[in-house]
T-cell receptor, first 112, second 113 residues
Framework: SQQGEEDPQALSIQEGENATMNCSYKTSINNLQWYRQNSGRGLVHLILIRSNEREKHSGRLRVTLDTSKKSSSLLITASRAADTASYFCATDYTGANSKLTFGKGITLSVRP | NAGVTQTPKFQVLKTGQSMTLQCAQDMNHEYMSWYRQDPGMGLRLIHYSVGAGITDQGEVPNGYNVSRSTTEDFPLRLLSAAPSQTSVYFC????????????FGNGTRLTVT
């Protein structure tokens, strides 16, 4: 399987702290995407970062991509209880013909 | 805009029964896909379509059929349900395949007894 792997599998932090989640993948990619899933709902797209980009920001989210290490990080700053969710990275592998491959996800709990 | 609409939300089937999970999108997206989500397995791609009349297999296509006769609709058929197909099924669409963000429906929770 070409699944990306997220790390850690679960993360529990206090409201106001920063949360860092990592994703590693196996072969070259066109882009990498991060999604959030609240319990019982569909996934919501957060950020897409292309292989020629190193960093992207969106509000309190910061994503980095290191293609030499085949890894990406998602940083959520000043976390809130509403950030409690599962987070997934998804990779568009080069030559995968429009297939977006998801990792197994990270469960983030933000304690009020 | 409704986005991606999946029906039904819940379904219980007996082994061997067949059914169709419906998916419709109103964003004029060319790309549509079906994933299944199982505990500890993440999301796995079942089938996808890059446009009307074109479908292709994903990672776990066995036991499922799809067709894409219109841009808006992408139904998923279970031919003869098995307990291993108990899962949550998500339909997703995008403007440009894996090169653009996927928009997900809220899922269909299927139990096969």
């Amino acid at each position: 399987s070409q699944q990306g792997e997220e790390d850690p599998q679960a993360l529990s932090i206090q409201e106001g702290e920063n949360a860092t989640m990592n994703c590693s993948y196996k072969t070259s990619i066109n882009n990498l995407q991060w999604y959030r899933q609240n319990s019982g709902r569909g996934l919501v797209h957060l950020i897409l970062i292309r292989s020629n980009e190193r960093e992207k920001h969106s509000g309190r989210l910061r994503v980095t991509l290191d293609t030499s290490k085949k890894s990406s990080s998602l940083l959520i700053t000043a976390s809130r209880a509403a950030d409690t969710a599962s987070y997934f990275c998804a990779t568009d592998y080069t030559g995968a013909n429009s297939k977006l491959t998801f990792g197994k996800g990270i469960t983030l709990s933000v304690r009020p | 805009n409704a986005g991606v609409t999946q029906t039904p939300k819940f379904q219980v089937l007996k082994t061997g029964q067949s059914m169709t999970l419906q998916c419709a999108q109103d964003m004029n997206h060319e790309y549509m896909s079906w994933y299944r989500q199982d505990p500890g397995m993440g999301l796995r791609l079942i089938h996808y379509s890059v446009g009307a009349g074109i479908t292709d297999q994903g990672e776990v296509p066995n036991g499922y059929n799809v067709s894409r006769s219109t841009t808006e609709d992408f139904p998923l058929r279970l031919l003869s349900a098995a307990p291993s197909q108990t899962s949550v099924y998500f339909c997703a669409s995008s403007r440009q395949g894996a090169g653009s963000p996927l928009h997900f429906g809220n899922g269909t929770r299927l139990t096969v007894t």
